[in-house]
């Protein structure tokens, strides 16, 4: 099975930017698709980005769309979420996760395998 570990998280002011990393161990990432979620206190785990095996097929939740990019590099097996033009409603931990198919579980937290340890983005106002 597959590894995670994510990495980039920070304090960053409103505004300002921050890359986030997942990289994989154990297996090749290109056998899964993946995804970013977030999980601010007190909330539920909420769906943030996804990509496909082969990068193609790119989903965004709506408040993100403009501000996010999710990439991936299977070469180097990591996948990267770019934010920019943060917002204070950004903050939360965030967990990237993996999955085989790429159909409509993709955008639910239940539909996924595989996740990392998280890594706590906070935006400062």
């Known amino acids: 099975q597959v590894q995670l570990v994510e990495s980039g998280g920070g304090l960053v002011q409103a505004g300002g930017s921050l890359s986030l990393t997942c990289a994989a161990s154990g297996r090749t990432l290109r056998d899964y698709s993946m995804g970013w979620f977030r999980q601010a206190s007190g909330k539920e785990r909420e769906f943030v980005a996804c990509i496909s095996r082969g990068g193609t097929g790119i989903i965004y939740r709506d408040s993100v769309k403009g501000r996010f990019t999710i990439s991936r590099d299977n070469a180097k097996n990591t996948v990267t979420l770019q934010m920019n033009s943060l917002q204070s409603e950004d903050t939360a931990v965030y967990y990237c996760?993996?999955?085989?198919?790429?159909?409509?579980?993709?955008?639910?937290?239940?539909?996924?395998?595989?996740w990392g340890q998280g890594t706590q983005v906070t935006v400062s106002s």
């Open positions: 996760a993996a999955r085989h198919q790429w159909d409509d579980g993709r955008l639910s937290a239940a539909g996924y395998d595989y």
